[in-house]
């Protein structure tokens, strides 16, 4: 005669850790985007200007 066994196995999620986690890698997606978009703006910028003129702007717009 044989017996037919079944186990199961639960595990206990925490939810505190999961949360973090998602926040986490959420913050890196959005901070991963916008440098992104910040690299593509100055390739863009540097295109259409050209590169004298955006370091001419850049010093000009930090010494006055």
Same mark, same amino acid.
């Given at each position: +005669?044989?017996?037919? #066994?079944?186990?199961? #196995? ?5 939810i505190?850790?999961e949360? &973090? ?6 913050? +890196?997606? +959005?901070?991963? &985007?916008?440098? =992104?978009?910040?690299?593509?703006? !100055?390739?863009?910028? =540097?295109? &259409?200007? @050209?590169? !004298? ?5 850049? =010093?000009?717009? +930090? !010494? @006055?």
């Amino acid at each position: +005669m044989t017996a037919n #066994t079944d186990t199961t #196995t639960r595990t206990k999620a925490e939810i505190g850790y999961e949360t &973090s986690q998602f926040a986490l890698g959420t913050g +890196m997606v +959005m901070a991963a &985007s916008v440098g =992104l978009w910040g690299a593509v703006c !100055l390739i863009s910028a =540097l295109v &259409s200007v @050209g590169p !004298l003129n955006i370091v001419k702007g850049y =010093l000009t717009a +930090m !010494l @006055g």
